[in-house]
Structure formats: structure tokens, C-alpha cells
């Protein structure tokens, strides 16, 4: 299931694609929503509407400014 999700989500995005690191947040989702569909949809919340698809890029824009918070 949690190869289905994470193909999906690099068809569905294909600017950012698969990333390593992603199969974290994709298997923690799977571990407590148990529905493949279900975990798709959130996973796409997480990364598109609470901006953690910025994490992923090539310059890394949300995780810079999270170092910057923890510094």
C-alpha cells in the first residue's frame, strides 16, 4: 500500500516527484488510516495546503527555515 501511495503521489506531482523522506510521512499516515485512498488525500493536504511540499524542492525552502527556528 505504501508503494501504491507514494507512486500515486509522484504521478500526481510530477515537479517534485518521489523523495526520500516522504515514505515517513506516507507510512506514519498509513499506520493510522489503514486506507490507501484516504492516506493519498491526506498526504496531498500535508505537502500542497500546509506547505510541506516545500520541504522537497531542490533549494529546500521549508526546511532552511525550520534550521533557522531550531538555530
Request: overall charge negative; hydrophobic content about 50%.
Amino acid at each position: 500500500m505504501l508503494f501504491n501511495i507514494l507512486l500515486a503521489y509522484a504521478n500526481y506531482d510530477s515537479q517534485i516527484g518521489y523523495v526520500q523522506g516522504m515514505n515517513y510521512i506516507a507510512a506514519m499516515l498509513l499506520m493510522h488510516i489503514q486506507d490507501e485512498e484516504k492516506v493519498f488525500w491526506c498526504l496531498i493536504y500535508l505537502l500542497n495546503r500546509k506547505n510541506w511540499r516545500t520541504t522537497y524542492m531542490d533549494e529546500m525552502p521549508k526546511l532552511m527555515e525550520m534550521i533557522d527556528v531550531v538555530d
